[in-house]
């Protein structure tokens, strides 16, 4: 089975910094695509910023940011680097990732999700 693990949300003020972390961990997979959503409350869970395999970046034209999504493939991690933040950027912050598991053969891919780590910006 695989597991995804966030860290590194918090409490910050208006103008702070922040970097999320998500870890994968288990044995036999491979990722595709990893993301980060966001969910505010009482609002549905929105995109924030993706990364494929090879490098490529996309970011919600919704989420201002200043935000950098990377990646370290050699520790099955993905990072979100918040600069800016904004009393508007508090959520609950979700990695995504899109895994096939190998078990006999590679299996189709499917979504994974973390558990969540909470963003509060403060004014």
């Known amino acids: 089975q695989v597991q995804l693990v966030e860290s590194g949300g918090g409490l910050v003020q208006a103008g702070g910094s922040l970097r999320l972390s998500c870890a994968a961990s288990g044995s036999g997979f491979s990722i595709n695509t990893m993301g980060w959503y966001r969910q505010a409350p009482g609002k549905q869970r929105e995109l924030v910023a993706t990364v494929t395999s090879d490098g490529n970046t996309n970011y919600s034209a919704s989420v201002p940011g200043p935000f950098t999504i990377s990646r370290d493939n050699a520790k099955n991690t993905v990072y979100l680097q918040m600069n800016s933040l904004k009393p508007e950027d508090t959520a609950t912050y979700y990695c995504?990732?899109?895994?096939?598991?190998?078990?006999?053969?590679?299996?189709?891919?499917?979504?994974?999700w973390g558990q969540g780590t909470q963003v509060t910006v403060s004014s």
């Open positions: 995504n990732e899109v895994i096939k598991v190998y078990i006999g053969n590679w299996q189709s891919p499917a979504d994974y």
